[in-house]
């Protein structure tokens, strides 16, 4: 078994290699490299996550530089490891509980699974590392009942979980609904001051301090710019509730009622996981494909779980057996229809960058629309924002306020526009970018349906003019037009 899940961490490793990195974690293996070289995080690069995501980033890229190899094959490498680290470690677990042999047989499964095909296109993303580094706390949570664990071992689960869990508050919701689902099993307080609890709470006191004291501008500058801002950001409601992963809640319910009796302590544990992620994706509520791997993971845990319990059922009852299949499908299956990562616009950009090393600026609210193609032509990325993403919600903040009423509100967006263009105008001024991408669709993304041009926002300050001037329109379609500066 051993043998196997290293082999799988290699195969993925290769696999993955081939294909592109998903915008996000594209961006931040540009961002991040300019981190190890000296650049600082909230003011020489201006992104919106908190800064454990470019700390868990920099092994990959330390494996890069070593090896001599590209940073996405790098990156690919360290996470496959990590992968490969949980894996080993969650079996280990299992084979020391007491769970029948069967049910052995799914969790051994579903650790590669989850961890190393379920987020097929979403490769490297948050949520996948969080799946990675919780794997073995999950695992010993629905086990510690007959999974033995020693001091060190409980230690070292909460110090890995909380690499995780940290990434994103929301994701804390997974642990604590689990650990109140301990408290009502043991009808004791006893699960929530457990020894990896405590560990997870004092790493997150630490790291709270961290950030508070090492990253003071996150907290001072970009809490609030994204608390004013980025609420424009998502897809449609109905698109944020239409997700496949959630066809096997239904499926769940109805083993719990039909079954209530083998729903044992175990499963029920899963079961929690899988709410709290499903809690977490809401708080979120932007309806990004990654942020539901979490909760795909363990629905897709807890159905196979239940059906290994009621396996004489599934062979008797079509229905049920179909329920499952459904329920596979939402979870995994769409995952897998994906596929890999494909960029959005590789295609149609690449053809007119001449050379690697080209300064790039893509002006467009999309990080999809500059990653993973930047990396992908070896750029030079020409902007210290990965994407515009201060002026949509700026803008229809304000379209949506009544200005004549409350004349300080939107003073307050002017003021952020303002913001954002200063900073647009200072990074053509300190990177000149070589070829310029502008979005100049009339429906931009994130906007809220507000008519937006790009260059008659940057037209309004004076410096722009000249700056402007010195570039010369090479192409127009597909929604972009397509600037190149003069010698």
Known sequence: MRLLLVFEGLTAALFYSQFH??????????????????????????????????????????????AGLPDKVGYVAYVCILATISNLWAISIVRRSAVEPL????????????????????FGQREHLLIIVTLPYFYRSALCQTAPSSLVERIAIGVFA????????????????????????????RPLISVTNIVIAAMTIAYLAFVFVMHREYVDEIVPLATAVYHSYGFPI?????????????????????????????????????????????????????????????????????????????????VLAVAVMVAVLGTLGQQIIRGPYRSTTLA????????????????????????????????????????????????????????????????RYDALLAKARTIMIEDFVQFEPQIVFIDERKSKDYFGGQDFNYLDFLAQDKRFEAIWSRYDELDRGAGYSVWAKGE
């Open 103 to 122: 049910r052995k047989t799914v969790l051994f499964a579903a650790a590669p699974i989850v961890t190393l095909l379920l987020p097929i296109s979403e």
């Open 348 to 411: 149609s950009f690449e053809p007119f960058v001449e050379r690697r090393g080209m300064s790039i600026l893509v002006i467009s609210s999309n990080l999809s629309a500059s990653f993973p193609f930047v990396n992908e032509v070896e750029g030079t990325w020409s902007s210290r924002l990965p994407a515009q993403w201060i002026v949509p919600g700026a803008i229809a903040a304000k379209a949506a306020s009544n200005c004549s009423y409350d004349r300080l509100e939107c003073s």
């Open 238 to 318: 109905w698109k944020r509730l239409a997700q496949p992963a959630f066809l096997a809640v239904p499926v769940l319910l109805l083993f719990i009622v039909g079954k209530r009796r083998q729903t044992d302590q175990t499963n029920w544990l899963f079961i929690a996981a899988a709410a709290g992620f499903v809690l977490s994706y809401f708080l979120q509520f932007k309806g990004w494909n990654y942020q539901i791997l979490p909760s795909a993971a363990y629905l897709f845990i807890s159905v196979a779980m239940l059906s290994a319990c009621n396996a004489k059922a599934l062979r008797e009852r079509l």
């Open 162 to 189: 909380t690499l995780g869990f940290a990434l994103k508050p929301y994701f804390y919701a997974a642990a604590l609904t689990v650990t109140l689902a301990r408290t009502w099993q043991d009808r004791s307080l």
């Open 21 to 66: 990195l998903s915008h996000d974690n594209s961006w931040y293996l540009i961002a991040t490299r300019r981190f190890m070289e000296g650049a600082t995080l909230y003011v020489d690069i201006i992104e919106l996550n908190p800064p454990l995501a470019f700390y868990l980033t920099v092994p990959g890229l330390f494996i890069a530089d070593f």
